[in-house]
């Protein structure tokens, strides 16, 4: 699996993910926007406020910017804790400009939900509550307290009581429900992406094996024949050796040697056979290469061949891809996993689709996740005695994610069910291809097999 390449990227979560020149060239829009709305106000509405003051909160957000840009590089990623200073800073500057011009009567006070909002994407949970928190302080302060704003005849702008006490709810229930909805959407794209990558490393995985075994294979082919040479020297040379046991035992050890690299050379193209078959082979073929590495963990496992009903139609040659053969591998792994005693693995199909059921004699699938099996991080352990039997999985939904995944790609669709074949009901999961996408349209000829060369 790619337990530890994915771990290394899971480990980078929301870390340093923004840069300073994005905050900057956002706050940068939101300076241009205050002093666009200072000059209507005095020069089209002719509104009496506290105009200096409120050019001095302005002023300050452009020095801070200053000082970032020329500070620092424009590529610079934000830790948590400056980013979390960022956001808190245009907070409370644009809540120091609301305070001096009408407060929660101002519109614009609307504004305070943006850094909320960008803290929920970016930044940890405990960041955002601190943040939301902040603003719903500050909104509150300006309902209570603020500097008075004046039309052109002196009168207070001011919104009725009535007015003024919505506006303090919708932004309350603003700051809640924008931080929350705006977390959940981006905690679920992330997860998404990170199972995404985790199904690209496997499946990249699982080609590198592919074309590993196909090179050993034929490096073993084209080695045997120098190989057999070797030997047949060596033991030729034991005999005429016979009176000189230093030189005989020189030849011992050349043969010797020359086998050992011949079982090495087996051992390790015992996945390729030759290149060429790599591409395809019988439908019990790749199950049962899928099925392997958990064939003996102490579990029966039972494989069936045969067509559905009465067709007598010969076993499909298929692709043998790599993303059917880790798909299947995880789905039998899991199934390995929970079983009791025995796993059934059943391959049949008929003139127009194949079919894989693997169906295990455990516990089955909760009743709670059933309808969200196959989504990315879904799955907990329920009991303790669960958690034994798979002391190294942290129950996250990953595997099947990926095995979905990979299928689905393969043009496979799942259906995940308990099978009620014992009092527990065990898992049964079903694989099922239109032939024609994963069936060659003809017997290709395998060709010549072309030698290794430097």
């Not at 870390?15 to 205050?34: C, D, E, K, P, Y």
């Not at 801070?64 to 245009?90: G, I």
């Not at 902040?134 to 509150?140: D, G, M, P, S, T």
Request: with cysteine; glycine share 6%; proline share 4%.
């Amino acid at each position: 699996m790619v337990t530890n390449e994915f771990q290394m990227f899971q480990d980078h979560q929301r870390s340093n993910w923004v840069r300073l020149r994005t905050l900057v060239l956002l706050r940068w829009f939101a300076i241009a926007g205050q002093i666009i709305a200072i000059l209507v106000a005095v020069g089209v509405y002719q509104l009496q406020f506290e105009v200096g003051p409120s050019i001095l909160a302005v002023g300050a957000s452009i020095a801070a910017n200053l000082y970032f840009t020329t500070l620092y590089p424009e590529n610079k990623r934000l830790s948590e804790r400056e980013a979390t200073l960022m956001l808190a800073f245009d907070v409370v500057q644009l809540a120091i400009l609301l305070y001096l011009t009408g407060g929660l009567h101002n519109p614009f006070a609307l504004l305070l939900l943006a850094p909320v909002t960008i803290a929920a994407t970016v930044l940890h949970l405990r960041s955002t509550v601190l943040l939301c928190c902040l603003a719903i302080l500050l909104i509150n302060l300006l309902s209570q307290w603020s500097v008075p704003m004046l039309n052109a005849s002196g009168m207070e702008l001011a919104l009725p009581p009535l007015f003024l006490f919505g506006f303090w709810i919708a932004l309350m229930t603003g700051v809640v429900f924008l931080s929350i909805y705006a977390r959940l959407v981006t905690t679920e794209m992330h997860v998404m992406s990170d199972a995404l990558l985790a199904t690209q490393l496997a499946l990249a995985r699982e080609q590198k094996l592919t074309d590993l075994g196909g090179v050993v294979a034929a490096a073993a082919h084209e080695l045997g024949t120098p190989l057999a040479t070797i030997k047949l020297v060596s033991s030729e040379l034991i005999e005429e050796l016979e009176e000189m046991p230093e030189l005989r035992e020189d030849a011992e050890l050349i043969r010797s040697q020359a086998d050992r690299c011949r079982d090495i050379l087996l051992s390790m193209g015992r996945a390729g056979k030759e290149d060429l078959h790599l591409r395809q082979a019988p439908l019990e073929t790749v199950v049962r290469e899928a099925a392997e590495p958990h064939l003996d963990r102490g579990k029966s496992v039972v494989f069936s061949v045969a067509p559905t009903g009465d067709d007598d139609l010969r076993q499909p040659v298929i692709f043998r891809r790599p993303e059917i053969v880790h798909g299947l591998r995880n789905l039998i792994q899991n199934a390995v996993d929970f079983a009791d005693t025995r796993v059934e693995i059943d391959s049949t199909w008929t003139s127009n689709t194949v079919t894989i059921r693997i169906e295990d004699d455990g516990m089955g699938f909760p009743q709670s996740i059933i309808a969200r099996i196959g989504d990315p991080f879904v799955g907990r352990r329920r009991t303790q005695d669960d958690r034994q039997k798979r002391p190294g999985y942290e129950g996250m939904g990953l595997g099947l994610f990926i095995a979905k995944t990979l299928l689905e790609r393969s043009g496979a669709r799942l259906s995940f069910s308990n099978s009620g074949a014992n009092e527990q009901g065990g898992a049964m999961v079903v694989v099922e291809w239109p032939r024609a996408m994963i069936e060659p349209a003809g017997v290709e000829a395998l060709g010549e097999n072309v030698p290794i060369r430097a």
